[in-house]
């Protein structure tokens, strides 16, 4: 089994920056595809970001340009670094990964919260 701990989240002022972390219990070499995810209140929730194994990166349209996902293999953990933040980037942000074939097998983190005043 591979457990997900997030950290880093917090209240911050609108144009601040957050770095969220997203520890592994596994070696995250071996997952497929790593992401970060938020939802917010009164909204299904969507994807901010993903990181595959090769390193390939993959951004929502909202978030490109001020949000940098990356990863440290040695650490076995993923950062999604956030700048220029927005209130409406308020949400519970959490990390997954997938792993395995096909990536058939899923983890989600307990979540993080990051709040933005105006």
């Known amino acids: 089994q591979v457990q997900l701990v997030e950290s880093g989240g917090g209240l911050v002022q609108a144009g601040g920056s957050l770095r969220l972390s997203c520890a592994a219990s596994?070696?995250?070499?071996?997952?497929?595809?790593m992401g970060w995810y938020r939802q917010a209140p009164g909204k299904q929730r969507e994807l901010v970001a993903t990181?595959?194994?090769?390193?390939?990166?993959n951004y929502a349209d909202s978030v490109k340009g001020r949000f940098t996902i990356s990863r440290d293999n040695a650490k076995n953990t993923v950062y999604l670094q956030m700048n220029s933040l927005k209130p409406e980037d308020t949400a519970v942000y959490h990390c997954?990964?997938?792993?395995?074939?096909?990536?058939?097998?899923?983890?989600w983190g307990q979540g993080t919260q990051v709040t933005v005043s105006s």
């Open positions: 997954n990964a997938e792993m395995g074939s096909f990536s058939r097998y899923a983890y």
């Open positions: 596994g070696r995250i070499s071996r997952m497929n595809t």
């Open positions: 990181i595959n194994s090769g390193g390939s990166t």
